[in-house]
């Protein structure tokens, strides 16, 4: 049972920045005029509210299973919560405002990023407490994990996060096309994220994106907040 405790942050981690995530489209399609998921009992901060039984349950345990089984590590993991409910016909701005409600999600997580990056300032150096320890690792966890949730939304692939804003800053005569890529948006994401390194050895699209951007973010986040080494 050693493995608990790892578990248990990176659980906890990942609720936290999933749920405030969806919360944050919701409250920002409220400010905007849409009030469709308050009025759908949306609007919570209970984790509970955003659980897709196969995004957020089935499919991340099967990966989960089956890569401890064939590997003994788990390398990838994926999923979804269920989205919250926005109208973007009752915004007040439907176009830009699609996109300020879209780009809220990500921003939230940079936030919730920053704010791990504060905590850990005082956690620095050599820790003798298996407490302190496991709420410096909660920490790191929330800062990477943060970052990446934010990164992968903003690929510009609808119905992700970024492939939203894309769509909203685009004319209209190219946006709208390009939006109606949505249904085929989960099948574009899943080939990127296990078909394409299968086809092509060495091309990882989501390592690269946690290589090349959100570890230098994160250092760049961890420098800003006044971290040494």
């Known amino acids: 049972m050693d493995w608990l405790p790892d578990f248990a942050a990176a659980a906890l ?3 936290l920045a999933i749920t405030l995530h969806e919360a944050a489209h919701g409250y920002a399609a409220r400010a905007l005029g849409d009030d469709t998921a308050a009025r759908m009992g949306r ?21 989960l299973v089956s890569q401890l089984l064939a590997v003994g590590r788990v390398e990838v993991m ?13 915004l007040r701005n439907p176009r830009f405002g699609m996109v300020l409600v879209a ?24 820790g003798t407490d298996n407490l302190m ?19 992968f939304n ?9 492939g939203r804003i894309v769509g909203g800053l685009l004319p209209p005569a ?14 574009i994401v899943l080939g990127l994220i296990f078909l394409l390194p299968m ?17 230098p973010v994160a250092r760049g986040i961890l420098d800003l907040t006044g971290h040494s080494g």
């Open 13 to 15: 981690a990942a609720i």
């Open 43 to 63: 609007l919570s901060l209970n984790p509970l509210r955003h659980v897709d039984p196969v995004g957020t349950l089935l499919v991340p345990g099967l990966l």
């Open 78 to 90: 994926f999923g979804w919560a269920k989205p919250v409910p926005v109208d973007i016909r009752r």
């Open 103 to 126: 780009a809220a999600g990500p921003a939230m997580n940079v936030a919730i990023a920053f704010a791990a990056a504060i905590l850990l300032h005082p956690l620095q150096g050599p």
């Open 133 to 151: 320890d496991w709420i410096e690792s909660f920490l790191i966890l929330s800062l990477i994990g943060n970052l990446v949730l934010a990164a």
């Open 154 to 162: 903003l690929l510009p692939i609808p119905p992700l996060d970024g």
């Open 174 to 187: 190219i946006g709208v096309p390009y939006l109606r890529l949505e249904r085929f948006g989960l099948f």
């Open 199 to 215: 086809l092509v050895p060495g091309l990882d699209p989501l390592r690269s994106l946690v290589g090349r951007v959100v570890f």
